[in-house]
């Protein structure tokens, strides 16, 4: 019964949002970072409580950032939704993004949102290690739970990782060691680590097919992608660990572009994304991230990591670093 109550009372929070009334003629663009089927979920509900007509492409967070820059004059878009904030802040520096204050993210913690009201995070995700127990056992060796761990000479050509230069998920890999070791010191560990790497991919949880496939042995990336993975049927295969220094996480983000068409229908979305409508679908495609609205529900599955040791990330100065790290690590690396 109660939570047949609450369920009411949230539909008539959604349908007081937008004033007892289907916006049937409205229309709305959407760029999403994250996967086609949860988009297409979140936007099949979004049309369903809002009579929105949505549609959405699917890129990755950097991908996302250069189509939002190169259609500053035009732009056939109207939200950006998913990825982590560091990009979104860059696109805040540059004029890209529409300041909007929704109500609904007053609740919302102050480290997880932008404090002049340009994005607002709807998740938060830790990064961590994927492994493949059957490929570690062949190289007699443990799953890796530490950065230090990842420098063993055992993993050459046996990580894999998205690039920090043309992803968002490979970028907060690499502000994460930064913060964690300092700027010398942990470019200093990425050359090192580079060593080890047999390659790195264009969207951040692309590492974990090549983990689960057996091409590498451990990937890095988001620890709820990879849980997602071990739910669907890879328990035994994979184990997923957060390095014991200390991890830093994405806040995912969402932002109104401020030269997209429909921001009336954008500011709807906005509004409806920070509420547990729309975040408690998130677990019903396997997204298991922690959540940002009041009284949406995280999966089960992440408890384990719940208490993990993070870092205070610096979302603002990762974002305000990222043209000049990433062009670092790319000479670094040469890739």
Not at 179 to 192: N, P
Request: glycine letters at 10%; aromatic letters at 10%; hydrophobic letters at 40%.
């Amino acid at each position: 019964m109660k939570k047949l109550i609450a369920t009411l009372l949230t539909l008539m929070m959604v349908f007081a949002m937008f004033g007892g009334a289907l916006a049937e003629n409205e229309k709305l663009t959407i760029y999403s970072a994250v996967y086609e089927d949860e988009t297409d979920g979140l936007c099949k509900r979004f049309e369903e409580v809002s009579g929105i007509k949505t549609n959405y492409v699917v890129l990755g967070g950097g991908e996302i950032l250069n189509r939002v820059k190169n259609e500053n004059e035009n732009a056939t878009c109207s939200v950006w939704f998913g990825g982590p904030a560091d990009p979104f802040i860059t696109a805040k520096n540059e004029g890209l993004l529409l300041q909007y204050e929704s109500p609904n993210a007053a609740a919302i913690e102050g480290k997880y949102k932008d404090p002049d009201n340009y994005w607002t995070g709807v998740y938060i995700g830790y990064v961590g290690f994927v492994c493949n127990n059957e490929r570690l056992a062949e190289l007699g060796i443990e799953a890796p739970d530490s950065w230090e761990d990842l420098l063993d000479p055992k993993l050459e050509n046996e990580i894999m990782l998205a690039s920090p230069a043309a992803s968002s998920t490979g970028y907060v890999i690499l502000a994460t060691v930064l913060q964690l070791m300092g700027e010398e010191a942990g470019f200093e560990y990425m050359e090192k680590l580079d060593k080890n790497v047999l390659q790195y991919t264009e969207r951040g949880g692309a590492c974990i097919t090549s983990v689960i496939a057996g091409e590498v042995a451990v990937g890095i990336c988001f620890c709820h992608d990879a849980i997602t993975q071990q739910q669907n049927g890879y328990q035994d295969l994979l184990t997923v660990n957060v390095p014991e220094e200390g991890t830093g996480y994405e806040t995912g983000a969402m932002a109104i572009i401020a030269n997209g068409p429909d921001q009336e229908a954008a500011k709807k979305f906005y509004d409806w994304a920070l509420t547990a409508d729309c975040q408690d679908l998130y677990k019903d495609y396997g997204a298991l991230q922690f959540l940002t609205a009041p009284g949406a529900t995280p999966s089960e599955y992440v408890a384990r990591i719940a208490t993990a040791k993070t870092i205070e990330y610096d979302t603002a100065w990762a974002g305000e670093k990222r043209a000049e790290f990433t062009e670092q690590w790319t000479k670094l690396t040469g890739r």
